[in-house]
Structures are given as structure tokens and as C-alpha cells.
């Protein structure tokens, strides 16, 4: 059960990351975390970023729940 939380926080943390990108909210760019990355990268190419990252941590989120679900010994302690 624990697990599905740990999966879901990934769906959600890169959904968030996904919107942040797509929507180019100006409180997502102008964090301090964010700010470095956008003085590197361009506010463009932070945006790409945040996309990329955002699928690659739903995708993980999926896979991880799915290989959960289709075999539970997987995550076994």
C-alpha cells in the first residue's frame, strides 16, 4: 500500500512538472530552485526540461505500479 502512495506521488509530482512547463506559470520559472536552470538553460529550454522530466517521472510512476501490480514480488521486502 505504501508503495501506491510513492507511485502516485511521481504521477503527480510530474504532472505538475508538465504543467508547469506547458502553462509557462511565471511562480514555477521565477523559484529559486528554477531560476538557476532558466539563467542556464533559457526559459525555453527550462521549459523543455520540466517537460522531459515530468513524462520521465510519470512514466516511472506507471511502470513502477504497473510491475506492482502484475507481479506484487517485485517491491517485497
Known amino acids: 500500500m505504501r508503495e501506491m502512495a510513492i507511485f502516485a506521488f511521481f504521477i503527480a509530482a510530474g504532472t505538475f512538472s508538465i504543467l508547469g512547463a506547458v502553462k509557462n506559470w511565471d511562480f514555477f520559472m521565477n523559484h529559486r ?45
Open 33 to 77: 530552485k528554477a531560476r538557476r536552470l532558466v539563467a542556464v538553460l533559457g526559459r525555453t529550454g527550462a521549459r523543455w526540461f520540466y517537460g522531459v522530466l515530468g513524462t520521465a517521472l510519470v512514466v516511472a510512476g506507471i511502470v513502477m505500479a504497473a510491475a506492482s501490480a502484475f507481479a506484487p514480488s517485485f517491491f517485497a521486502r
